[in-house]
């Protein structure tokens, strides 16, 4: 069984055994969205890590952990859209309109749990999570493809996994990345 539980310090040292010792994604730390390109090309690796372990530290959680047992298996990277400078300057992804959102900006899932619900696990968490915080809307840019995809360009999560979720599409201005929005709802 999943549970799903918020990135807390006291979840940190979950979060980094389950990123290893790469971030990841090449050094990333999930903190692609949140920095500039040379910004963030100047930190990536240990860098970005030590932000993303700053973001953590000071809270709100940015994201969510997906759990088998006592390991982290998935994640989640989950914020209002104004905390993202790169997606708030995306022309593909610009606001559909004027609704505050949040936005899920990134996924990884640890290799042997791919392919087993852990993304449509932590999308649907996330928004009941969003509408903890006061949110009404969860907003996610996943790729749409039919072709197979290496995981390392499919961190924006899949359509599919995102319409099982509940989410629908709301705009488009891409053939491979749709807009697609859900609301938040309490449990």
């Given at each position: 069984?999943?549970?799903?539980?918020?990135?807390?310090?006291?979840?940190?040292?979950?979060?980094?055994?389950?990123?290893?010792?790469?971030?990841?994604?090449?050094?990333?730390?999930?903190?692609?969205?949140?920095?500039?390109?040379?910004?963030?090309?100047?930190?990536?690796?240990?860098?970005?890590?030590?932000?993303?372990?700053?973001?953590?530290?000071?809270?709100?959680?940015?994201?969510?952990?997906?759990?088998?047992?006592?390991?982290?298996?998935?994640?989640?990277?989950?914020?209002?859209?104004?905390?993202?400078?790169?997606?708030?300057?995306?022309?593909?992804?610009?606001?559909?309109?004027?609704?505050?959102?949040?936005?899920?900006?990134?996924?990884?899932?640890?290799r042997d749990w791919r392919r087993r619900g852990v993304t449509v696990a932590l999308l649907k968490e996330a928004a009941h999570w969003v509408a903890t915080r006061g949110g009404s809307l969860l907003e996610g840019y996943p790729t749409d493809t039919d072709k197979e995809q290496p995981a390392a360009f499919v961190y924006h999560g899949l359509l599919g996994a995102f319409r099982r979720a509940g989410f629908r599409e709301v705009a488009r201005r891409s053939k491979s990345r749709p807009i697609v929005r859900k609301k938040a709802a309490a449990r």
């Open positions: 069984m999943i549970e799903i539980h918020p990135l807390t310090p006291d979840r940190w040292d979950d979060f980094e055994t389950l990123f290893g010792k790469n971030g990841a994604c090449a050094g990333c730390w999930c903190t692609w969205w949140r920095m500039g390109q040379s910004e963030w090309l100047a930190k990536k690796g240990d860098g970005t890590k030590q932000k993303m372990r700053a973001i953590v530290k000071k809270g709100p959680p940015p994201g969510l952990l997906a759990y088998v047992g006592d390991e982290a298996v998935g994640w989640c990277a989950l914020a209002p859209r104004e905390d993202y400078p790169r997606l708030c300057r995306s022309k593909i992804l610009a606001p559909v309109d004027d609704a505050p959102v949040w936005s899920v900006t990134c996924f990884f899932v640890r």
